[in-house]
Structure formats: structure tokens, C-alpha cells
T-cell receptor
Framework: EDKVVQSPLSLVVHEGDTVTLNCSYE??????LLWYKQEKKAPTFLFML??SGIEKKSGRLSSILDKKELFSILNITATQTGDSAIYLCVVEDSNYQLIWGAGTKLIIKP | EAGVAQSPRYKIIEKRQSVAFWCNPISGHATLYWYQQILGQGPKLLIQ????????DSQLPKDRFSAERLKGVDSTLKIQPAKLEDSAVYLC????????????FGPGTRLLVL
């Protein structure tokens, strides 16, 4: 059965710290991996990764995919209180089905 | 624990036809969400239920979309009549409570309107 596992489930750090969120997957027909940030209701899109080893960056956030070891990481540097959210990892298979991770709840303390 | 179930997995229809999607949330979850995700965009909340009552349907195009959760468990989302721009993935999610709870997403239903 296809699955996506995120770790840790929750994380509390201080403002200014750097955090690394993990996402491992077992999906039969991998197509892409996506990261979302969820603060209120609808998740907001962060990154889509399809190729191994190519880092995607957006400001203080970056992500990379390892298709050999079947995982991705999301890095946030110089964290701010506004980074507090649930970060969701989802894998899309070749049939366009979405397999969601349970999310990592990140809390940034001032 | 069983996750959020959705059906069908895919649906292809012609414009002006009707379509319905079904969602069964995680057992015991009071809150149910329907999202529309168009390719390349983040999910857009269509409607949120708390048990069988509607909490938020401000972004639901009510002239053609309807949703119900009659017994406070599973839910259906209907489009009647469908337009080309309705082609998207329709996601269902559920959460235990109402406020800032972790949402658990289903696999989605991919709709193609021709």
C-alpha cells in the first residue's frame, strides 16, 4: 500500500533557528512530490519536486528530493513566528492520485 | 485507522453534464472539507461542514455546485451542469474538531470536463 510518512509530527523551536522537516514515501508509480503550508483552512503550495538532487528555493525555504532513497526534506532557515503552521507532504502517482502525509506541526516561539 | 475515502478516482464527462463525488471521512471526525485544486494551484476551499451543518461555503459557486452531509458522516459534492473550467482534482479532508485541527486528506477525484 502506498504511503507517505512525515517526521517529526510536531516541532517547537525558537525564532531564528533552522528546521528540517522530513518526508519519506513508498509509492508504486511516483510522479511528483509536493510540499504545502497549512495555517488556516486551505493549504498553500510551496514546492513541487520531480527530479532528484535539484534543490528548489523560495526565500528562506528550500527543498530537495532523493528518488533513490525515497525521501524529501524541507528546510526553513532563520525561522520566524509566521512560519508556524502544519507542513504537508504529498506524493502524486502516475494516475494523478494524491497520497498525503499526516503533516508536521511546526511552532516557532518568539 | 482507515483514512479519508473518496470515489470515484477519476471521472470524464462532457460539459453541461452532471457529476457527483463521494467522501467518507475518518470515523469520529466532525469537520469535513471539500477543496477544488486546479493544476498548478493550491487547493481552494469550496465548503466546510461541522457535523451536518455548513460552516463556510463562501467560495462555493452555488449556481452549479451543491454539497450535503445529511447524517453528519459521509458527504457528496455535485456539479450540475459542469463547465470546462471545472476540470480539477476535488479533495475531501476531515478533522476531529473545528479550530486549527490537523486535516487529513483523501486521495482526490480527478475530473475532466470535455
Amino acid at each position: 500500500e502506498d504511503k507517505v510518512v512525515q517526521s517529526p509530527l510536531s516541532l517547537v523551536v525558537h525564532e531564528g533557528d533552522t528546521v528540517t522537516l522530513n518526508c519519506s514515501y513508498e509509492v508504486t508509480n511516483f510522479r511528483s512530490l509536493l510540499w504545502y503550508k497549512q495555517e488556516k483552512k486551505a493549504p498553500t503550495f510551496l514546492f513541487m519536486l520531480t527530479s532528484s538532487g535539484i534543490e528548489k528555493k523560495s526565500g528562506r525555504l528550500s527543498s530537495i528530493l532523493d528518488k533513490k532513497e525515497l525521501f524529501s526534506i524541507l528546510n526553513i532557515t532563520a525561522t520566524q513566528t509566521g512560519d508556524s503552521a502544519i507542513y504537508l507532504c504529498v506524493v502524486e502517482d502516475s494516475n494523478y492520485q494524491l497520497i498525503w502525509g499526516a503533516g508536521t506541526k511546526l511552532i516557532i516561539k518568539p | 485507522e482507515a483514512g479519508v475515502a473518496q470515489s470515484p478516482r477519476y471521472k470524464i464527462i462532457e460539459k453541461r453534464q452532471s457529476v457527483a463525488f463521494w467522501c467518507n471521512p475518518i470515523s469520529g471526525h466532525a469537520t469535513l472539507y471539500w477543496y477544488q485544486q486546479i493544476l498548478g494551484q493550491g487547493p481552494k476551499l469550496l465548503i466546510q461542514f461541522q457535523n451536518n451543518g455548513v460552516v463556510d461555503d463562501s467560495q462555493l459557486p452555488k449556481d452549479r455546485f451543491s454539497a450535503e452531509r445529511l447524517k453528519g458522516v459521509d458527504s457528496t459534492l455535485k456539479i450540475q451542469p459542469a463547465k470546462l473550467e471545472d476540470s480539477a482534482v476535488y479533495l475531501c479532508a476531515s478533522s476531529l474538531g473545528l479550530i486549527q485541527e490537523t486535516q487529513y486528506f483523501g486521495p482526490g477525484t480527478r475530473l475532466l470536463v470535455l
